[in-house]
Structure formats: C-alpha cells, structure tokens
C-alpha cells in the first residue's frame, strides 16, 4: 500500500523559503512519478511539479519555473520541494502525490493524474 507523508509547511514572508518534504513508500513497479499540487482558497488545485523516480527527470508548471526545485531522496524515499522567492500567490494547501509507474510528467502536473494523494499541507506567504 503506498503511503504519503507530507511536512515542512507553515508561514513565511513574502521573497522567503520553504521546504516541503514528502515520504512516498509502498510501490510496487519500479518507477513510479512523485509531485506536488496546490489549492489555493476558492480555486481548483493546480499542478505544481513532478519528478520520475528512475531517471530523476523533472516538470514544472510555469508559475512555479525557476522558483522551486524538487528533488529526491531515492535510498529515504523522500521527495523534496525547495521554494524560493515566495509570493502571496502561492498560498494554499500543498499536497504530495504519487502515480505507480512510469508516466508524461507535463500530462502529470498539468492533469493532476496522481493514484495516490497525502493529506495536504498548509503554506501561508504573507506580503
């Protein structure tokens, strides 16, 4: 059973940073894909990034580009999310996903195509 923990969430001025962290255990197949997504109050939930776990390719979408890094952890099973130069724009609940196998990373931000999903984090950019 695949098992999503998410942390390091919580208030930061507006240019500030955060790291988000993410425990994806569970999977069967041998690659799999870990992202982020957001949902910012009164909006739908929106892609944020991804990264493959074999080859550690990676996609953002375009709001987050140049400002955030993900990364991961293969040998801890832990996926990051480095965010810089934060905005008030980027408020919102940040949930780590995982789809079992290998996938289009753009298909996989820009639909939101997860299997699984972790219980959200808060991530508050005050201006």
């Known amino acids: 059973e695949v098992q999503i923990v998410e942390s390091g969430g919580g208030l930061v001025h507006s240019g500030g940073s955060l790291r988000l962290s993410c425990a994806a255990s569970?999977?069967?197949?041998?690659?799999?894909?870990i992202g982020w997504a957001r949902q910012a109050p009164g909006k739908e939930r929106e892609g944020v990034s991804a990264?493959?776990?074999?080859?550690?390719?990676?996609h953002y979408a375009d709001s987050t580009k140049g400002r955030f890094t993900i990364s991961n952890d293969n040998a801890n099973n832990m996926v990051y999310l480095q965010m810089n130069n934060l905005k008030p724009d980027d408020t919102g609940v940040y949930y780590c996903?995982?789809?079992?196998?290998?996938?289009?990373?753009?298909?996989?931000?820009?639909?939101?195509?997860?299997?699984?999903w972790g219980q959200g984090i808060q991530v508050t950019v005050s201006s």
């Open positions: 996903a995982a789809l079992d196998g290998p996938a289009d990373l753009e298909f996989v931000v820009r639909r939101g195509a997860y299997d699984y």
């Open positions: 569970g999977f069967i197949l041998p690659d799999y894909v």
């Open positions: 990264i493959s776990h074999k080859n550690s390719n990676t």
